[in-house]
């Protein structure tokens, strides 16, 4: 890693850290916690199991689209996509600058036998279709819920520039299933960097050119969001929260938009807030957004963080290539 690459990434982990710390200071000073916590004491254990799980099938269905967006290259079983994604996912939860996501690009390489830049281009290609899916349910809800309360402002400001980059996400999507190969075949007489970029990106989503394959990756994205939508509404019904599934789609939406920000690992701090702010927009009192922020952000936190660990545990005692020491081609 180069000077400037490493520069980068220590200014982005600053302003991350400046950011969750930022938003940990407006959580614990604006907050009766007393409060938060006798609330908290009350949350149903069924609740929060129902809620896990929810969860947790969603990440079946990340295993499945990532198969499927890797099928251009590579036939990975269903249980190696589960432990690759669920392991980057744990990534991110623990280690700083969201690289578990270069964790898991670098997992898939060793595992699947393919370039370490076509597994990142395939990650970013899930967080183009996670985008676009999260957005769209997004605008779905504020057709259907009543924001009059706190931060209304900034809530319009995140939607129209999520639908912007829902714009650009279909735009570009589209150019590279429908142009894919008049693109590539431009870039490879452009010189060494733009032929590897062809390479990289045009090739590993050479499979979403099939329709069949393109439909089910989009279904699979927007099935993966609303079940975890689907986790927040079954955890706010403790709340007596009216019109529960088109207001979790809405803070769900706000809180993943609002994490693409640089923050600390897991999120700490920005998801909290982000609730907070959501909520306030529907006119839900700051104390029960917490309350409610607080245990949502620890079922996802722990639940994948524990089965990320102990897949990577696993796989290790079974001495599978994830843990090669063999360098993947870049």
């Not at 269905?61 to 990975?76: T, V, Y």
């Not at 578990?100 to 036998?113: F, H, K, P, S, T």
């Not at 007489?189 to 990106?201: D, E, F, P, Y």
């Not at 019904?237 to 809405?250: A, K, N, Q, R």
């Amino acid at each position: 890693m180069d000077w400037a690459t490493t520069k980068k990434s220590w200014i982005k982990g600053c302003i991350g850290i400046a950011i969750s710390s930022w938003t940990l200071y407006l959580c614990v000073t604006r907050f009766e916690w007393v409060e938060i916590w006798q609330q908290i004491k009350l949350v149903p254990a069924a609740l929060i199991a129902i809620s896990l799980v929810i969860y947790m099938l969603g990440f079946i269905f990340r295993a499945w689209r990532a198969s499927l967006m890797l099928g251009a290259l590579c036939r990975p079983s269903m249980l190696e996509s589960l432990a690759i994604v669920t392991i980057g996912y744990a990534g991110n939860n623990l280690l700083p600058f969201r690289m578990g996501e270069l964790m898991r690009a670098d997992a898939a390489a060793r595992m699947y036998g393919i370039r370490r830049s076509a597994a990142i281009v395939q990650v970013g290609g899930e967080r183009i279709m996670d985008a676009m899916a999260i957005v769209a349910l997004l605008l779905a809800s504020m057709l259907m819920v009543r924001i009059s309360g706190t931060g209304t402002e900034q809530i319009h400001q995140l939607a129209i520039l999520g639908a912007i980059g829902f714009g650009m996400g279909v735009i570009g999507l589209v150019m590279v299933i429908r142009f894919g190969k008049a693109i590539k075949a431009k870039l490879n007489s452009r010189g060494r960097i733009a032929q590897w970029l062809g390479n990289s990106v045009i090739d590993t989503l050479a499979g979403l050119r099939n329709g069949k394959r393109l439909t089910l990756v989009m279904l699979t994205s927007l099935l993966v969001w609303i079940l975890e939508a689907g986790s927040f509404s079954i955890l706010a019904t403790h709340w007596g929260m009216e019109g529960v599934v088109p207001i979790c789609w809405f803070v769900m939406g706000v809180v993943n938009l609002s994490v693409l920000l640089p923050s600390a690992p897991g999120h700490v701090g920005v998801y909290h807030w982000a609730v907070v702010l959501a909520l306030g927009a529907l006119a839900v009192s700051g104390n029960v957004a917490m309350s409610f922020a607080i245990v949502i952000h620890a079922i996802q936190w722990i639940s994948v963080t524990a089965v990320g660990l102990m897949l990577m545990f696993f796989c290790v005692r079974k001495g599978t290539r994830l843990v090669s020491h063999q360098s993947a081609t870049f």
